[in-house]
Structure formats: C-alpha cells, structure tokens
Nanobody
Framework: QVQLVESGGGFVQAGGSLRLSCAAS????????MAWFRQAPGKEREFVAH???????SVADSVKGRFTVSRDNAENALYLQMNSLKPEDTALYYC????????????WGQGTQVTVSS
C-alpha cells in the first residue's frame, strides 16, 4: 500500500505559477505509476498528467505546454509544475497511484486546492 499527501496548492493570479507536491509513504514507491487528477466544482474529475519514468509520461491536452509532471523516487515524491495558470485551472488537485499493469488508480490523496483569479 501507499499513502499520499498533496501540498502546494493556493491562490494565484492568472499567468502565475504553482508547484504541487505529493509525498508518498509506504513501500516500493518506484513501482507505482503516479498521476495527477483534478476536479472543479460541478464537474467530473479529469486526468491532468501521469508519469512512470522520464521516458513515459504525459499531460492532458488542456495543460500541454504549461504543466510538467516529474517524480523523485529517492524522495518518494511526485510533482506538478504549473505555469501560465488560467482561471479554468481552478480545481481540487489529487495525486493518485497504481501498480504497473493495473488500469485503475487504487490510491488517492485528499487533494490540494488551486484557485486562479482572473
């Protein structure tokens, strides 16, 4: 099992930047595929980014060119660098984990709020 705790959210003006972190506890962090999702009020949760290793990662089209996902297996940490933030990026951001070869994300954090003002 793995426990996930997000941090780094906050209030920022449009065009600003934030860096989200996700601290993982438990064993074998490097064996998990990690991801970021977000959910805005009244909307369904949506995929933002995922990473397995530096050669296997992706971001959603809506954030491409603005958001970068990375991980530090030595620190058991996942990151999301968010630049050129827009009001439509306002949401509760979650990190999630799944075992390689498993399709569903089994482990979720509590989320960290990102609010972008226009």
């Amino acid at each position: 099992q793995v426990q996930l705790v997000e941090s780094g959210g906050g209030f920022v003006q449009a065009g600003g930047s934030l860096r989200l972190s996700c601290a993982a506890s438990g064993r074998a962090f490097s064996s998990y595929v990690m991801a970021w999702f977000r959910q805005a009020p009244g909307k369904e949760r949506e995929f933002v980014a995922h990473i397995w290793n530096s050669d296997s990662r992706s971001v959603a089209d809506s954030v491409k060119g603005r958001f970068t996902v990375s991980r530090d297996n030595a620190e058991n940490a996942l990151y999301l660098q968010m630049n050129s933030l827009k009001p439509e990026d306002t949401a509760l951001y979650y990190c999630a984990a799944r075992r390689l070869g498993v399709t569903q994300y089994s482990y979720w954090g509590q989320g960290t709020q990102v609010t972008v003002s226009s």
